[in-house]
């Protein structure tokens, strides 16, 4: 009777292992599966990054031509111009 006790026993023992064997192999798959996707992520993160430099050199760069062209083109030069001009027109006139 003993001996059947422990047969049960030892039955239930390999089913344990077992269970936590396939558990194991489960999770050391999840565990690759993740590092896969973080590895990934990162690489995604890296390249967003160096997107994100370029287009900030980018707006940089324009910002600095657009206040180029904002400082060379001055009003009261453009005033004295139209003014001349409009004298010109007028000297025609008469």
């Known amino acids: 009777m003993e001996t059947a006790r422990a ?33 990934i992520l990162r690489q995604e993160i890296d390249d967003l990054r160096s997107t994100n430099r370029e287009l900030t050199d980018k707006i940089n760069d ?13 009003k009261e030069e453009v005033r004295k111009r139209i003014d001349r001009v409009l004298e010109r027109f007028g000297e025609l006139q008469l």
């Open 62 to 74: 324009l910002k600095s031509i657009d206040t180029k062209r904002r400082d060379s083109f001055n």
């Open 7 to 39: 047969l049960e026993k030892l039955t239930i023992l390999e089913k344990r292992i077992s269970a936590t064997a396939d558990r194991f192999v489960h999770l050391k798959s999840q565990y690759e599966a993740l590092q896969d996707q973080r590895r």
